[in-house]
């Protein structure tokens, strides 16, 4: 059985949201009072509603309680957003996450017992960061407090060379999960004696400060 999800609040960030999990085969509720946002994402989505977020009446019409899981992505207004939460609690909805845009806000959804607090712009302002501080960044997926899982471009001077020689585990802290090749083969956990090619990507696990450090000096 599919899990059901709903997005309530179809600004740039609930819209994507929506549009993502619908695209990737979830079945998606979506809610916004916004009768244009609302056409916008109906042949995207299973179902989407014209409702005001604080009507409970119309949130029970749509199907929103008997969602597995809720994301309540309303824009700029804080109460309205901790009183959708309430009312999602209340109603006994499993899984809770909320956009929140500032650390307050975000305090008080933890404290209502949300499952995860998303900061949108926040969370973009910290990748855009590493990007331009670590050349060669593709991507970044925090992992745990001050450490990440990055994928990477293999730098030009690590070409042609083992894992063995770069010895990245004790200069660096660094740990290299998996070697994506150009044809798209992954090598997972390579040993020390996989010499990189200048096509290769890798995934790698560090901590943020070492890997700006890596990158300066290499």
């Known amino acids: 059985m599919k899990r059901i999800f709903t997005v309530i609040g179809l600004g740039r960030f609930g819209f994507y949201v929506a ?15 916004d009768e244009n946002k609302v056409k916008q994402i109906s042949e995207i989505v299973t179902h989407a509603y014209v409702a005001d977020a604080l009507d409970e009446k119309a949130l029970e019409e749509a199907g929103v309680f008997n969602a597995d899981t809720a994301i309540v992505s ?3 207004n804080v109460e309205a957003s901790i009183f959708v939460v309430v009312i999602l609690k209340e109603k006994g909805v499993k899984e809770i996450v909320a956009k929140a845009i500032n650390q307050l806000h975000g305090k008080v959804l ?3 017992g949300v499952a995860r607090v998303v900061y949108p712009e926040m969370e973009t302002a910290i990748k855009l960061a590493h990007s331009l501080l ?4 593709i991507e970044e997926i925090p992992f745990a407090p001050g450490y990440s899982i990055f994928e990477i471009k293999t730098p030009e001077n690590f070409h042609g060379k083992s894992l063995k020689e770069l010895d990245l585990r004790k200069r660096y802290d660094i740990t290299v999960l998996a070697v994506k090749k150009p044809d798209g083969k992954i ?10 090619d200048k096509e290769d990507t890798l995934l790698v696990l560090g901590n943020k400060e070492k890997m700006v450090e890596f990158v300066e000096n290499e």
């Open 187 to 196: 090598v997972v956990n390579p040993s020390g004696d996989y010499v990189l």
């Open 134 to 137: 670590l050349k060669g960044l």
């Open 74 to 76: 309303i824009g700029q």
């Open 110 to 112: 933890e404290r209502l």
């Open 19 to 33: 549009k993502t999990l619908a695209e990737l085969g979830a079945e998606v509720i979506a809610v916004d009072v």
